[in-house]
């Protein structure tokens, strides 16, 4: 059974690769993006159902990629997870204060950590979508 497919953004290739393989063991799909105008290039190709997203990158810092996709109809619903050094308390408040940002990890995280963040900002997205009406 295929789950979810996973876009991850980092400017650094070794955190890409390791993030990679600890959600392919766990039968995720991944696609990567090298920065945040990759990240929104793949996000319009790819469709992914959700990001996990550095902040700091050399050309589209982490909360304007969010802020970016959080205003736009088509891509307002993509859970992101922030996955970045910047783990300070103030981070964290500012990536959910703002809207930018579903679940917040801190690197080094371990392949748990990033697995248990991932499945559970999905399952908690499949819990608070909006169901259908039934028919009657």
Do not use: C
């Not at 295929?2 to 955190?15: M, R, Y």
């Not at 902040?55 to 990629?65: A, E, K, L, S, T």
């Not at 809207?99 to 371990?110: E, F, T």
């Amino acid at each position: 059974m295929d789950k979810s497919k996973i876009l991850i953004v980092d400017d650094e290739p070794d955190i890409i690769y390791l993030v990679r393989r600890f959600l392919e063991r766990e039968g995720y799909s991944v696609v990567e993006a090298y920065g945040g105008r990759d990240a929104l290039l793949k996000i319009e190709e790819e469709q992914p159902d959700l990001i996990l997203l550095d902040v700091m990158m050399p050309d589209i810092n982490g909360w304007d990629v969010s802020r970016a996709l959080k205003t736009e109809d088509k891509t307002q619903n993509i859970p992101i997870v922030m996955l970045t050094v910047r783990a300070s308390h103030d981070s964290q408040q500012k990536s959910f204060e703002y809207g930018y940002a579903d679940a917040h990890l801190g690197k080094p995280a371990s392949g748990k950590e990033i697995v248990n963040a991932v499945d559970s900002t999905l399952k908690n997205l499949g819990e608070n979508a909006p169901t259908a009406p039934v028919a009657t």
